[in-house]
Structure formats: C-alpha cells, structure tokens
C-alpha cells in the first residue's frame, strides 16, 4: 500500500513539475485555449480558468514574451474572466467571501501593458475595451470589500477605477465616471479607504484634491485637516477655515476645531468653540464633559496662582455643573463619574497641602482648613464608588478611594481597595466591582 501511495504523490508531482516546465509561448497559447474552455461551460469548466491563470503568469513572468501586447491582451482577458466570476457571484450572494481581491487589479495593470506595447491599433482598442469591462467588476469588488472593512484592498480596487478613468481620458473615449459628482464621490470613498488603510499621503492628497473642486461634503475638510495635522502641515488650520465658510454649522469640522485645541491646551478658545458645539448637540454628553474638563483646567491654573480667589470658585461652579448636566444626560459615562470625584478630591488634596504649610501658631486656620477637605473628600466620594461600579480596574479611581477611606479612618475598606490597586498594577483584574 505505501508503495501505492508513493506512487500517486510522485505522479502529482511529476504533473507538476511539467506545467512548471511549458515554454511561455506555448503557455500563453494553453491559457488562450483553456479560457475559451471556460467560456464555453462556466459552470462546469472553473477548473480551466485556474488552469489559465497558472499558465498566463508563467507568460507574463518570461523575458521572451512579457514584452509583447499579445501576451498581455491573453492576460487581461484571463484576470477579467476572474474578476468578472466575483461580481456575478456578489450580484448572487451580497455576502459572499471573494476569494480573487486582486484579479479586476491585475486586469488593469495586464490592459496597461498591452498600451506599453502594442504595434497595432485593434490591440490598443481592445484593451481600452478590457478596462471598461476591468472597471465594472471593481466596483462591485470594490465595494464589497469596503462593506467588510478590508479598507487596503478595497482602495486598491477603487483607485484603480480612477486610473482606468485617466486611462479613458488620455485617449479621447468616454470615461467611467463622465460625470463630476460621480467622479467626486468615488474618489471620496476612495480617500476615505486610503485613510483607513493608514495610506495617509495619498488620502491627504486626495482629499485636497476635494477641498480646491468645492466637493459638497463637510467631512474632507475635517478629514483633511486631521490628515494635514498629523503631517505637520502649517496650513492645516486652513483647512478647517475654508470648512467653517463653506459649512457654518458643521459638527464634524467643529469637533476637528476642537480636538485641535485640546491638544494645544488653549482653553480659552476651546471655552466658546464646546459652547457652540453644545449649542449645535444639546444631547451630546461628551461636548459638556469636555467643556467641564476645560472649566476644570482652568480653575487648576487659577487656584494654583491666587488660591481660592472669584475667577477660581467661578471655574470650580461651571466646571460642576457641566459635568452634572452630563452626568443626567448619561450617568452610565465612567469618564464623568471619575471627573467630578477629581473635581472635588483636587480641590481637597490643594487645601492639604496648605495645610501642611501653616505654622503651629495657626491652629483655627488649620482646623478650617481640615474641616474644608474632609467635606470636599466625602463629596468626592460617591462619584468615586459610581466610577468604580463602571470600572473596576481603574487605578486612580482605587487610589481615590483607598485614601478616602483611610481619612475617614474606615481602615477595612481602605485595606480592600488597597488589595484591589495592588491586582490590577500586578496585571490582573478585578472580576467584580465593590459597588456594584
């Protein structure tokens, strides 16, 4: 039986070993026929489009026939026939799995050759036929696999359209996409894959692109100004100027206004930007958080230079009350709870230290002083037993509340929360939350 065996693997091999041993000019004539083959039963005959793609690389790779338009027609036809498979099998079944993502691609880049070196004018003709046939498969291909989020190969697909589109333009026929806003959209979508496929200076590019034609999409002007940023780009704060002209009341290019300021940590400018996007979202939860984060700065950077002075309790005041309208527009948001238990615990940690800074003399001030911070810790609490009921394995919310509850000489509970920090700086988790 083994030697049976052996005998059926060497065959297998040997078959092999022949195809890998025809000559490119009859390789190129074999594929020609099996594709034929495959027409005439698609169904029935798959095996001979594999055949023909098997035997029209080994074509295209030879220096003796890799140079000819004739060898390069054979191609497309045979990578059309395969991408042509995977958009009737989609128009079938929306869900199927393509298994040929670079087919309709390779037709493009074999027709393109045949225009490199064709010596006839029916072989430039027919190959400028191929790319139109190239770019209906794309586009089902293309947008398949955008629809499953395989953003690099569905950029691949989708900017190869726009090549075929240049292609058809150069040499004077109708092109794909004739029309400027479906010219427009598609390369939209297709900046957008770019993006997503971390292809970041070609989405830049085509994104302004988009910008300087006046295409009537909000999003390239916030997507653009991001792609600008990232790059170092000192015109980027153009970009989001000629968004605000174009669309006043856009959130997107307002919230890309925004985290920009964030970043840069100009408060000031960020305090009218998140009033306006309240304005714009009053059911947003995280636009009044941010603005309470930037109220919160503000009074850190004021109490640390005058103390508990007006403009400090003012900050302290609006810092609060935009964490608590988020709070009611969604007390599930850990990020609030935590914020307004630091709003509190800052502001008590400030007066401790203070504390620690009066001489012995100053007894009645240190006295106040302590009855202020414990009053301020105990407020902080329940937001710290609501944002570890949220999250368990958040650090300093434990570290919050293992000091709170050793000042409040709750040794116990302290002790459990000290236990808690310890497993998650260990790299374990919490299984349960405390509160919960």
């Known amino acids: 039986m083994k030697k049976v065996l052996l005998g059926i693997v060497s065959f297998f091999v040997l078959i092999g070993m022949n195809q890998a041993q025809v000559e490119p000019d009859k390789a190129l004539s074999k594929a020609t026929k099996a594709l034929n083959a495959y027409f005439l039963d698609q169904n029935g005959n798959v095996d001979k489009l594999t055949e023909a793609v098997d035997l029209i690389e080994i ?11 004739k060898t390069w027609l054979a191609a497309g036809k045979v990578y059309n026939a395969l991408a042509e498979k ?12 393509i298994q040929n993502v670079g087919s309709g691609v390779s037709a493009y880049e074999a027709y393109n050759n045949v225009l ?24 089902s291909i293309g947008n398949a696999l955008l629809n499953s989020k395989d953003y690099s190969n569905a950029f691949a697909s989708l900017n190869t359209i726009l090549n075929i589109n240049k292609v058809q333009q150069d040499n004077g026929m109708q092109v794909t996409l004739a029309n400027e806003k479906d010219l427009n959209d598609h390369k939209f979508v297709t900046a957008y894959c770019a993006m997503a ?14 910008i300087d034609a006046k295409y009537e999409e909000p999003r390239i002007y916030a997507y653009g100004f991001n792609l600008a940023s990232e790059a170092g780009d000192a015109n980027a704060m153009d970009i989001l100027d000629k968004g605000r002209a174009a669309h006043p009341g856009d959130s997107e290019i307002l919230f890309a206004q925004i985290n920009h300021y964030i970043q840069k940590e100009e408060y000031a400018t960020l305090e009218g930007l998140l009033k306006e996007a309240i304005a714009a979202s009053p059911e947003n939860p995280s636009v009044y958080s941010a603005l309470a984060n930037v109220y919160m700065n503000l009074f850190q950077e004021e109490y640390g230079k005058n103390g508990n002075s007006e403009s400090a309790t003012a900050y302290f005041d609006k ?62 609490l329940p937001f710290f037993q609501k944002a570890e009921a949220l999250n368990p394995n958040d650090i300093n919310t434990l570290i919050a509340l293992k000091e709170i ?8 509970k302290s002790g459990e929360f000290k236990k808690r920090l310890e497993n998650v700086q260990s790299g374990a988790k919490n299984p349960t939350s405390y509160f919960k």
């Open 116 to 139: 490199k070196f064709a010596d006839k004018k029916f072989q430039t003709k027919e190959a400028l036929k191929g790319m139109q046939m190239t770019a209906n498969s794309l586009a």
């Open 319 to 380: 810092s609060k009350d935009y964490y608590m309208q988020a709070v009611e527009l969604d007390p599930s948001l850990f990020d609030v709870q935590y914020s307004l238990g630091s709003l509190y615990y800052n502001k008590a940690v400030e007066i401790t230290k203070k504390m620690a800074e009066l001489p012995i003399s100053e007894s009645k001030k240190f006295d106040a002083y302590k009855s202020e911070s414990s009053s301020l810790f105990n407020t902080a």
């Open 197 to 210: 496929a971390e292809q970041k200076d070609v989405a830049k590019s085509m994104f302004g692109e988009l």
């Open 86 to 97: 995977e958009m009737i099998a989609l128009q079938l079944d929306p869900t199927h799995k």
């Open 405 to 412: 509850f050793a000042r409040n000489d709750d040794f116990e």
């Open 59 to 69: 074509a295209t790779a030879s220096p003796s026939t890799n140079e000819s338009a």
